[in-house]
């Protein structure tokens, strides 16, 4: 934020912002994962992972395996990304 408002940067919009952001050299995450059985998401990578599917899990971290992933993606590829459409 310090850095855009000692810069002679006139308007601020969501693509501004977001090549501000420490990831913006990384893609923005499809699915997001939340291990033991909370369904919220922390402020984890809140702007990042707007538009990522969300997964819950009663597995807690420790346990989560191979087995968890694969259960996380068969249930991610039946879903129909809206991308925040309705």
Known sequence: VNHILSSDIRRIDEDMI????????????????????????SNFLLWQAAYAELYFTPVHWPDFGPENLYEAIIEYQKRERRFGGI
């Open 18 to 41: 977001g090549q501000y952001l420490d990831t913006a050299a990384i893609p923005d995450p499809d699915l997001l994962i939340r291990t033991s059985g909370e369904q919220r998401i």
